[in-house]
């Protein structure tokens, strides 16, 4: 591949060498089994973006236990023995193309579309409707129960449990979902975390459980093996929230994440982009201050498509890595189109008119080519 592209040169995280800066962003595609177990299709899915020359992939938020984890059907899960053997096969078609990938963790909390009663911090409703194409619950939230501190030791050992799976299922980390108003981020945010208890209260309360689930992932893990954190400030059911202390936030949150042993550091922007939500909204950048506070590799994210915002963002040292999301789902070859100057094509939400499946992507294709 032709080096001339900031985004294009080698870099690593711990100890793993990442071949360019271009991450495949999670993205959940509800095209697992009924029971959670990721299929073939998934498999190929994939590995094309391994193909395609992606330094790095991270597969889409894996819910973490059986109780009230699981954010959507056929959301794929890293609780069984089926679940393992299904990623297992992912990361082999993946590491057959010397692709790196990382299995994010993710709890819904009060955001779950799929348990018959979701449980968060404190009987807040969420703002919004649920989304759209995944599964069959819509309309608006209920009021969640209340996570008593017993349920709180569940949720730790469900995300070590599923972290020591993603090991022996051969990835290369684990990412831990704290953003976009799931359950970590409905700890870590005022509004929706009213207790009273050591994970309410203060913001370095707040964090405490994502601190803890860190700590334990990465106290449980050979030195190769990396974990890392997923943050933002927007959320799935309000893209418009912002860090109320700003800066002053910011350095708690990546301080403390940092402290507990995060390998690297990804804000996510979705919806609004980079130049909008990686900024408080004083207009301090977030992902440079992050790479300068703790010295950990950070991913930036939101429109990364742009390559030559990405290429900025790498030369300036904002960040480390530029992950992608919508646009890669139709360039997964994108880092090949990059190095050789050809057009990356365009993401068109037209695209998610059977559904967000991979499945349904395909059958959008077919149609589109006719
Ligand atoms: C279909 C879809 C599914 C997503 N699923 C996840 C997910 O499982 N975990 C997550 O952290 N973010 C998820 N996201 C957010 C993306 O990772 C990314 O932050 C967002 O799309 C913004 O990046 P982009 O501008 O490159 O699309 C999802 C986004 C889309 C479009």
Redesign the pocket.
């Known amino acids: 591949m032709s080096q001339t592209h900031p985004v294009l040169t080698k870099s690593a995280i711990r100890k793993l060498d990442i071949g360019n800066r271009l991450v495949l962003?999670?993205?959940?595609r509800a095209s697992a089994q009924d029971d959670g177990v990721p299929t073939k299709n998934m498999a190929n899915y994939y590995s094309e973006f391994a193909k395609g020359g992606y330094g790095l992939l991270i597969a889409?938020?894996a819910f973490t236990d059986n109780k009230f984890s699981q954010s959507y059907s056929n959301q794929p899960g890293m609780v069984t023995d089926e679940h393992q053997s299904g990623w297992r096969e992912v990361t082999e078609k993946v590491k057959a193309h010397d692709g790196r990938i990382i299995l994010?963790l993710?709890h819904a909390g009060a955001l779950s579309q799929h348990v018959d009663r979701p449980h968060a911090p404190s009987a807040v409703r969420p703002q919004g409707n649920m989304l759209q194409g995944y599964g069959h619950k819509q309309g608006e939230y209920p009021i969640p129960e209340i996570l008593s501190l017993q349920d709180v030791e569940e949720i730790k050992r469900g995300f070590l449990q599923a972290s020591l799976r993603a090991q022996e299922a051969g990835f290369d980390g684990v990412e831990i979902?704290c953003?976009?108003g799931y359950l970590l981020d409905q700890f870590l945010t005022d509004d929706t975390n009213k207790r009273d208890d050591q994970y309410g209260g203060s913001l370095e309360n707040r964090i405490r459980l994502t601190c803890e689930i860190i700590r334990d992932a990465r106290q449980n893990a050979p030195d190769d093996f990396i974990v890392g954190v997923?943050l933002s400030q927007a959320k799935a059911n309000n893209s418009d929230y912002f860090w109320p202390n700003g800066i002053a936030d910011a350095e708690i949150i990546f301080g403390s994440v940092a402290n507990a042993g995060a390998d690297y550091i990804h804000l996510?922007?979705?919806k609004n982009?980079y130049a909008y939500h990686s900024y408080t909204k004083d207009n301090r950048n977030l992902t440079e201050y992050a790479r300068e506070l703790t010295g950990l590799p950070v991913i930036a994210?939101?429109?990364?498509?742009d390559i030559e915002l990405a290429n900025s963002i790498i030369a300036d040292s904002k960040a480390d890595f530029v992950s992608?999301?919508?646009?890669a789902m139709i360039n997964p070859d994108l880092p090949k189109k990059v190095a050789s100057n050809n057009a990356v094509q365009d993401f068109t939400f037209d695209m998610f008119k059977f559904g967000?499946s991979i499945e349904a992507q395909q059958k959008w294709q077919v149609e589109a080519k006719n």
């Open positions: 962003a999670p993205m959940s889409e938020g994010q993710i979902h953003a976009n997923r996510a922007s979705e982009g994210n939101g429109g990364m498509q992608i999301g919508k646009t967000v």
